[in-house]
């Protein structure tokens, strides 16, 4: 089985060389003039050693070589081929999923009977780009009264539909613009509507969210790999982008370099000639997807001095 495990690895990868258990390959992310990518069939994982980028040895393969290897290699692999990112997070206890409330004054904007009181907000939401069929698609609503007064109302739901966490964005003159619930954000904000099978775009905020199909926000600007997120990210791993605002430079080249290290594949959106994403029209932040940089060890640094 080994061995043609290795040949397989040697039609996508090249030549190599062994030493004890595993097998050394040029790596093909930071194309080291020496031979330091090291492959484990038994743990089914590599690791380089020069630019530290790891992950399952199925990433590998559909990552660097032909449909027919691929076909061979699927073929080949019939038990669970776990990367070491799904390694690594399933020895650890699962964490209880976080349920909460959504505030009792909550009037969702979708509804046919709104009241009066309901044509501030949607002017609001109006003036930052948000369409009827976002109102529908992402369930927005607002509070006239009550603790969140005045505030438009934007709810994540997880993966099985309960409600996680919800944005209190102001829509009055509160001088506090965002007033969230007193829970965790260790969420992923709105699992419900993301399609892991392809490409996933992180943003800062949830109004960021609604210009760029299937993204998320990270409601900040880090993402550490603790969080539910980044585990989901590592064990699924989609083509992702990354589109902070502009202040975060250094945040987003940390959060990259993270990723990396987990064999993803990692673009970045350049933001600087933007106030932000929510800022701006559906279509210039699609063209930032096609306009974005691919990353790896070698151009963060680059990034990193002429900033």
Known sequence: ????????????????????????????????????????????????????????????????????????????????????????????????????????????????????????????????????????????????????????IIPSFNEDGNCNYFIARTYGQSWLSYKNPPTAKNIIFNDLLIDWNSPVTLVEGVFDTIKIHNSIPLLGSTLKESTQLFKKLAVKQPKIYIGLDKDALLKSLQIIHSMLEYGLEVYRLDTSNIEDIGAISRSEAEQLKENSLAMNTENIFNIYWSN
């Open 1 to 152: 089985m080994n061995t043609k495990k290795i040949s397989i690895l040697e039609d996508a990868l090249g030549s190599f060389y062994c030493s004890k258990n595993e097998f050394l390959f040029y790596c093909p992310f930071c194309k080291h003039h020496k031979k330091k990518l090291s492959i484990n069939l038994d743990k089914s994982v590599f690791k380089c050693w020069v630019c530290n980028t790891k992950g399952g040895i199925s990433y590998l393969i559909r990552r660097f070589s032909t449909s027919d290897i691929l076909h061979q290699w699927a073929l080949l692999n019939q038990e669970v081929d776990m990367s070491s990112a799904e390694l690594m997070f399933a020895e650890k206890k699962e964490e209880a999923e976080q349920v909460i409330n959504l505030p009792k004054e909550y009037y969702c904007l979708g509804r046919k009977d709104l009241p009066h009181s309901a044509k501030e907000p949607l002017t609001y939401l109006m003036s930052r780009g948000v369409t009827s069929k976002d109102i529908l698609y992402y369930k927005i609503g607002y509070c006239a009264t009550g603790a969140y007064r005045k505030r438009i």
